[in-house]
């Protein structure tokens, strides 16, 4: 098993930025990729950013290309999504996900990923 506990989120202002954290702990030799993705209300979740955990690869959704930047400390087992010039539209639940290699598909579909955080809330007011 491996345990993903997210922080870092909360409310910014229209253009500002935060930083959210995903410390992962267990059986963290399994994973593959990790990745963040986000669920506004009355929306389906969606993937916003993946690093795979050896070769540091990176993947991004449209929407958020050239604002967010995913990275990750191996050393610490950390994840991280810098998020800059927020939008009101990048309001969601972040959640932050594993995956091993023998379940990997592709790096934004949810069934690559059996592990997920509790999520955190992020706030962007206009």
């Known amino acids: 098993q491996v345990q993903l506990v997210e922080s870092g989120g909360g409310l910014v202002q229209a253009g500002g930025s935060l930083r959210l954290s995903c410390a992962a702990s267990g059986r963290t030799f399994d994973i593959y990729i990790m990745g963040w993705f986000r669920q506004a209300p009355g929306k389906e979740r969606e993937f916003v950013a993946a690093i795979k955990w050896s070769g540091g690869s990176t993947y991004y959704a449209d929407s958020i290309k050239g604002r967010f930047t995913i990275s990750r400390d191996n050393a610490k087992n950390t994840v991280n999504l810098q998020m800059n010039s927020l939008k009101p539209e990048d309001t969601a639940v972040y959640y932050c996900?594993?995956?091993?290699?023998?379940?990997?598909?592709?790096?934004?579909?949810?069934?690559?990923?059996?592990?997920w955080g509790q999520g955190t809330q992020v706030t962007v007011s206009s």
């Open positions: 996900a594993a995956g091993p290699a023998i379940r990997y598909s592709t790096y934004d579909a949810t069934r690559s990923y059996n592990y």
